[in-house]
């Protein structure tokens, strides 16, 4: 675990797009989680740890995957050639940094994508569950990455009219990432969520405890650790993320897996190339409501209530 990797994306579409190689465990085994049928992610650690390399590799193994669409927050930039999405913000649909008006308006919007995928997914895809038939070009698996969610959700105590203002805004992004993540798991939306650490005073609860996956990188306290990986932790503390403070430990992550027992830690790589990859994938990227009309369009089916007043149908692309 104290051997660092590094991986290098190959920039062709993965067999099976529907699944994250996190990197290896102790013996050197690859370990996949599974994203189907998973609403949301939680990926917990002190700064410096490995988060930010984790999710780097996510986004350039599904780059070159058009059923795969991502859409980016980070709440410690204003622009993301300021921080650590620089070289992947090409192969995003949507980016926006620690503006609360700019997220919370990109949350309103992809809330929105979510309503609009149930009440059409039996007409045009014959299912009820994405999972089903699995993600494509014209119905996306969309990724929406929080990084430093805290920032978005945190709460702010004054009188003054600023104040309240940001504490309404705040509270609202918590609502709004708490439909995609409840309701979003079989329309094929993902969210996964990049803190520090994942305390209540962070990400909030309601939120926290509906993503059935969940890593840490380093903690430095047993209730983050706990927070992070569940109360079962403090039974395990030779596996706790709590010990993982020393610097050869950066990039090593604990996480309870998919079908095994206790806790497995995880060495997930450095990325090279990111800005290569997210630079030859950039042409696949396109905003999943646009695919969504583009499938509608090509099914000849419409929205509900897109009727006209003569009871034709209105197609909902065009005027």
């Known amino acids: 675990m104290t051997t660092p990797t590094e991986h290098r994306p190959t920039g ?16 050197a085994a690859p370990v996949y989680v599974s994203l189907a049928n998973v609403p949301g992610v939680t990926v917990a650690g002190t700064p410096g740890a490995g988060k930010t390399s984790a999710v780097n590799k996510f986004v350039c193994d599904l780059a070159p995957a058009a059923a795969v669409q991502i859409v980016g927050f980070d709440g410690k930039v204003s622009r993301a050639s300021e921080g650590d999405y620089a070289d992947l913000v090409k192969r995003m649909f949507a980016f926006c940094g620690d503006d609360l008006d700019e997220a919370n308006a990109l949350f309103k919007r992809l809330v929105e994508l979510r309503r609009r995928r149930p009440s059409i997914i039996g007409d045009v895809l014959d299912v009820n569950n994405m999972w089903h038939v699995g993600p494509s070009r014209l119905w996306p698996l969309t990724a929406v990455l929080i990084d430093e969610a805290h ?9 003054d009219a600023e104040t309240k203002r940001l504490a309404a805004l705040t509270a609202e992004n918590a609502r709004l990432v708490e439909d995609l993540v409840k309701k979003g798991r079989s329309v094929g939306i993902l969210t996964i969520l990049i803190s520090q650490k994942t305390t209540g005073d962070a ?4 939120i926290r405890d509906v993503c059935p996956v969940g890593l840490s990188f380093a903690q430095k306290t047993v209730e983050a650790a706990v927070a992070a990986l569940g109360d079962d932790i403090r039974n395990r503390p030779d596996a ?5 403070q020393d610097p050869a ?11 095994r027992p206790g806790y497995t830690r995880i060495r997930s790589p450095y990325v090279s190339d990111a800005a290569r990859v997210a630079e030859a994938a ?4 396109a905003d ?8 509608l369009d090509t099914t000849g089916h419409t929205n509900p209530g897109d009727d006209g007043p003569d009871g034709t149908a209105v197609s909902p692309s065009k005027p």
């Open 12 to 27: 062709r579409p993965l067999e099976d797009a529907e699944r994250w190689e996190l990197g290896v465990d102790e013996n």
């Open 151 to 159: 920032t978005f959700f945190r709460e702010y105590r004054g009188d």
């Open 203 to 206: 990400t909030p609860t309601f």
């Open 240 to 244: 706790s993320p709590v010990t993982l």
């Open 249 to 259: 430990y950066v990039g090593v992550a604990v996480m309870a897996m998919q079908g």
């Open 282 to 285: 950039s042409h696949l990227t």
């Open 288 to 295: 999943p409501a646009l695919c969504l009309d583009t499938l």
